[in-house]
């Protein structure tokens, strides 16, 4: 597809299991980037990419959150042990490349619901 | 630390009464400033980029403009498809987190037909 691919759009879960979140970015974006939007809270960064290595991490909440990319394209971001407070929408995005002011696209999100 | 500040947290406007979304920043150093559009269950869709005080963009009905401090989402003679969450985002400069954008809490805006 043309644009930033994310799935599952929903996911549900209980608290205590693992979760996988999967991003297909646009074809040809070499960095990619994980957001949490959560009610009240707005957009906040956890991660990105460039290429496969992730230079900066500084927004993954706990050690519960990991992420990573193979091949220069597909990312998962995976949070062990699901707490309640993890539940938001995740977003994906990807840029063409880390130029200043290089537009991020997102996907739709995966919305996550912590029972 | 980068701060976004958006106001108003909501607008109601008639259909074709022009107003005006306001994005107040502090950030080390600008690389970009961003103004998206965001739908009820879609992902926030990108808008326009400025990069230094004085530059202005538009886009059908919409002009963005930038100053040092802040940044203006100007709407001329909106319509009902104009209704979303518009969210102002910065980019700073330095090695840490150069990269990311950070948001605002969004000016949620509806046009009454």
């Known amino acids: 597809g043309a644009g930033v691919s994310q799935s599952p759009s929903n996911k549900v879960t209980e608290k205590g299991k693992d979760v996988e979140l999967r991003c297909d970015p646009i074809s040809g974006h070499t960095a990619l980037y994980w957001y949490r939007q959560s009610l009240g809270q707005g957009l906040e960064f956890l991660i990105y990419?460039?290429?496969?290595?992730?230079?900066?991490k500084s927004g993954l909440p706990s050690d519960r959150f990991s992420a990573e990319r193979t091949g220069g394209s597909v990312s998962t971001l995976t949070i062990q042990r699901t707490q309640q407070e993890d539940s938001a929408v995740y977003l994906c995005?990807?840029?063409?490349?880390?130029?200043?002011?290089?537009?991020?696209?997102f996907g739709d999100g995966t919305r996550l619901s912590i029972l | 630390e980068d701060q976004v500040t958006q106001s108003p947290e909501a607008l109601r406007l008639q259909e074709g009464e022009s107003s005006s979304l306001n994005c107040s920043y502090t950030?080390?150093?600008?690389?970009?400033l961003f103004w998206y559009r965001q739908d009820p269950g879609k992902g926030p869709e990108f808008l326009f980029t400025?990069?230094?005080a004085g530059e202005e963009k538009e886009k059908e009905r919409l002009k963005a403009t930038l100053t040092k401090k802040e940044s203006f989402l100007h709407i001329t003679a909106p319509k009902p498809e104009d209704s979303a969450t518009y969210l102002c985002?910065?980019?700073?400069?330095?090695?840490?987190?150069?990269?990311?954008?950070?948001f605002g809490q969004g000016t949620r805006l509806t046009i009454n037909p």
């Open positions: 400025l990069y230094s």
């Open positions: 985002a910065v980019q700073a400069s330095g090695r840490q987190g150069a990269q990311k954008l950070v």
């Open positions: 995005a990807s840029s063409l490349s880390v130029g200043a002011g290089q537009p991020q696209h």
């Open positions: 990419f460039q290429g496969n290595s992730a230079p900066d």
């Open positions: 950030v080390s150093g600008l690389r970009g």
